[in-house]
């Protein structure tokens, strides 16, 4: 019994989780998404390290533009990725009776 309560308990996330959680919210807002921008400001509560680390993370990102501004915050820019750039489709598809793909 004590297992199952310790099991439910959720994991307190660490202050670079938290600021990825919220990044990750902004960019993939609707009004980010249309625009394929988005600015993230840095709150008092954002630690130098976790900061630096979702900074870093973002630099290494293939197409995303960082541009820092005045007041400290970053505005992230990105264009619309092609067929080309999409990742490939793994699943196989088997025609059966019909002509319909199963999955």
């Known amino acids: 019994m004590a297992k199952r309560k310790a099991q439910?308990?959720?994991?307190?996330?660490t202050p670079l989780?938290?600021?990825g959680l919220r990044v990750s919210s902004m960019?993939?807002?609707p009004k980010a998404q249309l625009e394929r921008r988005v600015t993230i400001h840095r709150l008092d509560t954002d630690s130098d390290e976790a900061w630096?680390?979702?900074m870093e993370l973002l630099?290494?990102?293939?197409?995303?533009?960082?541009?820092?501004?005045?007041?400290?915050s970053v505005t992230l820019?990105?264009?619309?990725?092609?067929?080309?750039?999409?990742?490939a489709d793994d699943r196989e598809f088997e025609m059966v009776d019909g002509g319909e793909a199963q999955f």
């Open 27 to 29: 960019i993939n807002a």
């Open 77 to 87: 820019k990105w264009e619309r990725q092609t067929d080309d750039d999409a990742p």
């Open 59 to 72: 630099a290494e990102t293939d197409g995303l533009e960082i541009a820092a501004n005045e007041d400290g």
């Open 17 to 19: 989780e938290r600021l």
């Open 52 to 54: 630096e680390g979702v």
């Open 8 to 13: 439910q308990q959720p994991q307190e996330l």
